[in-house]
Each structure stands twice: as C-alpha cells, then as structure tokens.
C-alpha cells in the first residue's frame, strides 16, 4: 500500500512537471512580424512609405547621387517602427549587411537596435534593455519588461547599418499590432553627427532624442562625411511637406583650397533659396559645427579650421535675413554648449554631446511649433 501510494506520487510529480514544461513551451512559441509588410516603419520621406527595404534613398534618386552617399542612404539611421502588445518579453531578430563596429563607435550603436516606450498614462518615455547577441542573426531579446497595454512601444534600427531583414516576436498567445502615426515631419540633412555618429545606442542619436520631445517624425538623412549640401538631396527634400527643416552640413564643408568662403556662401544661399521657393513659411534652421567652440580644448588648429566655416554660416544667415528671407533661424556653436566631455574624438559627439545637441534644437522648434 505504501509502495502503491508512492508510485502514485511519483506519477503526478511527473505529470505537473510535464504540463508545466508544456505550459513553458507553449509560452515560449513565438510568433513574428515584420515591419515591412505591413508599411510600419517611419522617421522616412513620404516616397518611401511603402518601400520594400530599410534604405533612407529612393532608387529614383540613385544614378543622381555619388555612390558614397547612396551607400550611406542604405543605412537605416532615424528608422524606427511603433506597435503595442500585452508581451513582458519581445524578441527582435534581423541581419544586417556591414560591419558591425567602428574604432570609435560601438557595436550597439552602429549595428544594434534600441526599444523605447511611451505611457500614455503617465505622459512619459520609458526604456528597456535587451540581452543581445551579435552573430549571422543578430538577437535583442527584452525579457520581464511587464505587462504595458497603455503603452506605444518605439524600436529603433540601426544608425550605421543596412538591415537586410528584420521580424518582432512575441509569445504565440499575446496580442501585437504595428502604430503608425501620421504627423508634418522635421526633416535633417546633414553629415556623420545626425547620422549617429558617435552614440553608444540608437535612441541616443540626437535626431532620435529630438524625436521623442516631439510629436513629429524626424527624418534623418545624416550622410557620414557627405552631407554637402548637394543639389539632388535637396531637391528631394523640397519635395517633402514639413514642419520644419535643419540644415546643420557645416562639419563636411570646411574652408580649403577646394572650397572658398565665397564658395560656402553660395552653397548655403542655394539651399535656403531652394527650400524656400515651394515652402515660402516652412521654419528653416541653419547651424554652425557643434564643436567650433569648445572650451578647454587644447587642439588649436582643428577649433580655428571648424570656426572659419562656422564663422561663414554665420554671416550667410546675417545676409539672407537682411535680405528679407523669413522664418530662418541659426544656432551657433555656443547654443550647441558641447565642453570636453561631450564628444569622442572632438569632431563627433559621445551621449553627453548628443544630449546638449538635441536639446539646443528643442529649444529653438518649442518656439517654431507652438
């Protein structure tokens, strides 16, 4: 008898034991999504909103382009998709097509992505870290995140990276549905600084940080070293109806014995005459380079060759408002406020200097977009 009841315990044992691994492998099935099926992803120009991969570029516009700058419009910086799920834990996995790194950029900021999330509640942006793992298929797995109904989640992709595929999954028994959130964009053209270039994560480019103070997408084409301020990026941007445009190309335009002051002078005189052609009362925003004026600075000579080109932008904007040019704004290195805490290698901002970028942007768009 005792034996018998022993058998008998043993066999329950081993029957919980088994529906409890089964419940566990029923609530790790997973079911995926992918972005582009169902014309999720945005921070991107109108022409786009219905592309087949995760460039920046449309192929119309690629035989009009230096090949350098259409190789950098395939990177995926500024993209990010909206959707909301009951899941506690989202997994992302997706290839990308380049390395992984840069000497003075990590793996999560130039190949990772970077999961936000707004409380509609409580009116505020909350983040999650993923567990990630960097191989031919590249993982975030963001694991006990809660139970978050009243939130929008935001995924960043990739600032300097092409994304070949990528797919969300969540367990096979929670709901998911992809937002997406039609708004006037603020659209930046400029060089490896909006790219992304030097932030440790994607939700800390300071287009993306300035996109979470604002209901508008942003869209960034950051060219890294190649934003020039090039007619046919300009007049594809023309053709965008926003709520704002920054211009901010001045770290790729330096005075040399190929580009005079007269030369820079014309560039930015042609871009702002451009823009304002079919947008007549669409904010335009004019910036010198964040690091012509960085206090405690010991490299003399790279501040003085940044501040010739800076001290241009300057009185180019001083002449076209004299000219009766509206609604065109400047933000100098000063407002930009970068010390030398704030960037990697001078040139480009680390975390710290994004944070000041963005916020000397905000402050000028509160102003514009009340």
Not at 124 to 148: C, H, L, M, P, S
Request: charged share 20%; glycine share 6%; aromatic share 10%.
């Amino acid at each position: 008898m005792i034996l018998k009841n022993i058998l008998l315990r043993e066999s329950l044992l081993c029957s919980l034991f088994c529906l409890v691994g089964l419940s566990v492998a029923i609530a790790q099935t997973k079911k995926y999504f992918n972005p582009l099926t169902d014309n999720a992803v945005q921070g991107r120009l109108e022409v786009l909103n219905s592309a087949s991969d995760y460039g920046r570029l449309p192929h119309a516009i690629q035989s009009s382009v230096r090949e350098a700058v259409w190789h950098l419009g395939t990177n995926s910086a500024g993209l990010y998709v909206e959707f909301q799920t009951e899941a506690d834990s989202i997994q992302v996995c997706y290839k990308v097509k380049h390395g992984l790194n840069m000497p003075h950029m990590p793996t999560t900021g130039v190949s990772g992505v970077d999961l936000y999330s707004f409380d509609k509640s409580n009116k505020r942006w909350e983040w999650a870290f993923g567990q990630y793992q960097f191989k031919d298929t590249v993982t975030y797995n963001f694991n006990n995140i809660g139970v978050n109904k009243n939130h929008v989640y935001r995924l960043y992709l990739p600032l300097y990276n092409t994304v070949d595929w990528l797919e969300i999954g969540v367990a096979e028994n929670k709901d998911f549905k992809f937002i997406k959130t039609q708004s006037k964009p603020i659209v930046v053209y400029g060089t490896s600084i909006a790219h992304g270039a030097c932030a440790t994560r994607p939700g800390l480019a300071w287009t993306n940080i300035l996109g979470r103070s604002f209901p508008n997408e942003i869209i960034n084409l950051g060219f890294s070293g190649n934003g020039r301020l090039e007619q046919p990026l300009l007049d594809l941007i023309n053709a965008e109806e926003a709520e704002a445009f920054i211009l901010d190309c001045i770290p790729n335009l330096a005075i040399t014995k190929s580009r005079s002051e007269a030369q820079l002078d014309s560039l930015i005189t042609n871009a702002v005459k451009t823009l304002r052609m079919k947008h007549p009362n669409t904010p335009i925003i004019l910036a010198e380079h964040s690091s012509a004026e960085t206090p405690g600075f010991q490299n003399r000579h790279t501040m003085e060759e940044y501040g010739r080109s800076s001290k241009v932008t300057n009185a180019t904007y001083q002449k076209l408002k004299k000219a009766g040019i509206k609604k065109l704004y400047f933000i100098s290195a000063k407002d930009f406020g970068l010390d030398i805490e704030s960037t990697v290698d001078y040139a480009h901002p680390n975390d710290i200097g994004m944070m000041k970028i963005s916020h000397a942007y905000s402050e000028v768009l509160r102003t514009l977009l009340k």
